[in-house]
Structures are given as structure tokens and as C-alpha cells.
């Protein structure tokens, strides 16, 4: 289990722009991390200037759907988005592993699968985002 994750924000020139999220571990730990962009910086243990485009756990998955959306192009080799955390900034990479036909609930859909590089030991994602859903995933794991 990945945990909850609740985010708010908007969206600016290099797409979604978080405002604040909230994690909750499946341990029971619970954090809040604030992206200021006013004073441009991350609120949480750490404090670093946030980069443009950066993202938090949550929306980095809609993120990836923007981009799907935005440029359909970009869905190839590996996606890198600097993505900011209770645990500090750091990059996530997710490698497209290509284009599949699978079984959800609202029927079989081709999808383009992407699995998030991740060290050993770490949680890591895999998602499969549905061009013809607007690129939203239709199936996280």
C-alpha cells in the first residue's frame, strides 16, 4: 500500500502546480509539504527553492497524463519530473514500457505503461495511462 495522498493546487506555464499535500503512510506517519512559489521555496523538514514544473507525489500522476496530452511524443524512453516530498526534492523517473491492451472497468483499453524507477527496496509505480481516456490512468499498481 502506497499510503494517502491528498493535493491542491492549480496549474501555471509548466503545467500542474501544487499548492500543499498531504501523506499519510500505512504506518500511520502523516506530513504536509507547501510549495511557495511566492517566496520561492519548499515547506516541509527540508527548504529548497522548487524548480519549475515540480510536482508532488500525487500530482505527478496527472502531470504525466498532461504531458500524454499535451504531446503524446514525449510518452517514450524515460520520463524524468522533479517531484517534492516530506522527504525532500528529488526526481522520478518513469520508463514507458510500451503500449498494451488491458481489462479495466469500463471495458479493454489500450494503454501506454510506465513503471517508476525506484533504488532497491523502494516503493516504486507502475501505471498505464488510456490515450483515448484523455491519457488519466485507468489502472495504478
Known sequence: ??????????????????????ERS????????????????IDYAGGAAPPPG????ASVLIQLAGMGLAEPDQMQDVIEIVVGGAAGTGIARFRVMGQEEIDTGIGRLAAVHL???????????????????????????
Open 26 to 41: 500505512p504506518t500511520g506517519g502523516a506530513w504536509v509539504t507547501r510549495f511557495n512559489r511566492e517566496e520561492n521555496r
Open 115 to 141: 513503471a517508476q524507477l525506484a533504488p532497491s527496496g523502494e516503493r516504486r509505480v507502475e501505471l498505464w495511462l488510456a490515450p483515448q481516456q484523455h491519457w488519466l490512468p485507468v489502472r495504478i499498481r
Open 54 to 57: 515540480v510536482q508532488d507525489r
Open 1 to 22: 500500500m502506497l499510503g494517502e495522498f491528498e493535493s491542491e493546487g492549480g496549474e501555471d506555464d509548466a503545467g500542474m502546480a501544487p499548492a500543499s499535500t498531504r
